[in-house]
Nanobody, 123 residues
């Protein structure tokens, strides 16, 4: 059973930056594709970014492309989401997710989820 624990959320002003981390335990991290999703109040959970187990393939939602960067360190069982030029519409709970096999932008394809970390962008 894979366990995922996110950290790094917080409150930031528009234009600011945050780096989220997600540490995995209980599985073979390097065999999992990893992704970040987010969920704002009264909205469905949406795809943000994903990364293959080799780090060769990364994918981003159009809304974050050019501002967010996903990366991973398999030696540390950790995936990161660097968020720059944050906007109020980025406010949400951010979730880390894992699945065996290729990356996906579909929430239903991920088997393991973290508890989420709150990101609030406000002046």
């Amino acid at each position: 059973q894979v366990q995922l624990v996110e950290s790094g959320g917080g409150s930031v002003q528009p234009g600011g930056s945050l780096r989220l981390s997600c540490v995995a335990s209980g599985g073979t991290f390097r065999s999992y594709a990893m992704a970040w999703f987010r969920q704002a109040p009264d909205r469905e959970r949406e795809f943000v970014a994903s990364i293959s187990w080799t780090s060769i393939k990364t994918y981003y939602a159009d809304s974050v492309k050019g501002r967010f960067t996903v990366s991973r360190d398999n030696a540390k069982n950790t995936v990161y989401l660097q968020m720059n030029s944050l906007k109020p519409e980025d406010t949400a709970v951010y979730y880390c997710a894992a699945r065996e096999g290729p990356t996906s932008d579909y929430v239903g394809r991920y088997d393991y989820w973290g508890q989420g970390t709150q990101v609030t962008v406000s002046s």
